[in-house]
């Protein structure tokens, strides 16, 4: 199955490292125009030296009004990933008001703000659009140490819903993608030990973690025409975990 956009451009958050750099070099690939959306400069130097055609940005997505400004001038965008996302584990009774700030803003916020200026220009020019916010199990599955985490990507999911309610009458496409561990190298270094990623593997029918290709296909899928009746899903990367 072939899938190709050409002719749309397209805008990844947290494109720097990992999976939203993945992603974004497949949309270039597949025909895309695409804007890489980073923080640190470092990373979308890097970038641009593996893909040239790649449109870079640099943004502090914390800042609401800053990131909104340079959002504004980036013109049309047909094809939206929130990806960016943040994690500061602490346990329930030790954690502090600035990791909440922190998780929200980039995990919970800045999709509204991203969202809110790509959607008016999509609802201003009539030809619709797709939405792919990244999630998480933890929306669903309570981990230890994942309070600000885990509630942020429950409000994800919700936020997602809503937004496919309200954006769906023009023709706007709003749909979320749910991994469980990612075998990128954040998650490798997280979860190599086999004690603690022992119990969990148990728990996954497959008996593996995800890997950052299938994000990076269950995205592509949600953006492309292929999925025009897929609209304000969650959808499960986890091997069957959920079924255990």
Not at 133 to 146: E, P, R
Not at 184 to 207: H, Q, Y
Request: charged share 20%; aromatic share 4%.
């Amino acid at each position: 199955m072939e899938i190709s956009f050409h002719g749309k451009r397209a805008l990844v958050t947290g494109a720097g490292k990992g999976i939203g750099r993945e992603i974004a070099k497949k949309l270039v690939e597949c025909g895309a125009e695409t804007f890489a959306l980073s923080r640190t400069q470092a990373d979308l130097d890097s970038l641009k030296s593996e893909v040239t055609s790649m449109n870079i940005v640099q943004a502090d997505l914390q800042d609401w009004d800053g990131s909104r400004k340079i959002l504004e001038q980036l013109g049309p965008i047909d094809l939206l990933v929130n990806n960016a996302g943040v994690s500061s584990p602490a346990p329930f009774m030790e954690v502090k008001k600035e990791q909440l700030d922190f998780t929200y803003d980039i995990n919970v916020k800045a999709i509204v703000n991203v969202s809110q200026v790509c959607a008016k220009g999509m609802i201003e020019r009539g030809k619709g659009g797709a939405i792919v916010n990244m999630s998480s199990v933890a929306s669903t599955m309570a981990l230890k140490g994942h309070t600000s985490y885990g509630s942020s990507k429950g409000a994800v999911d919700m936020l997602t819903k809503v937004m496919c309610l309200e954006l769906g009458p023009h023709k706007i496409r709003v749909n979320a993608v749910n991994p469980t561990v990612v075998w990128t190298d954040m998650g490798k270094a997280s979860w190599t030990d086999p004690v603690k990623s022992g119990p969990l593997l148990s728990r996954i029918p497959l008996n593996k973690f995800v890997e950052v290709e299938d994000v990076v296909n269950a995205t592509l899928f949600l953006l492309s025409d292929k999925s025009t009746m897929v609209n304000g899903t969650c959808m499960l990367l986890e091997g069957g975990l959920s079924c255990c």
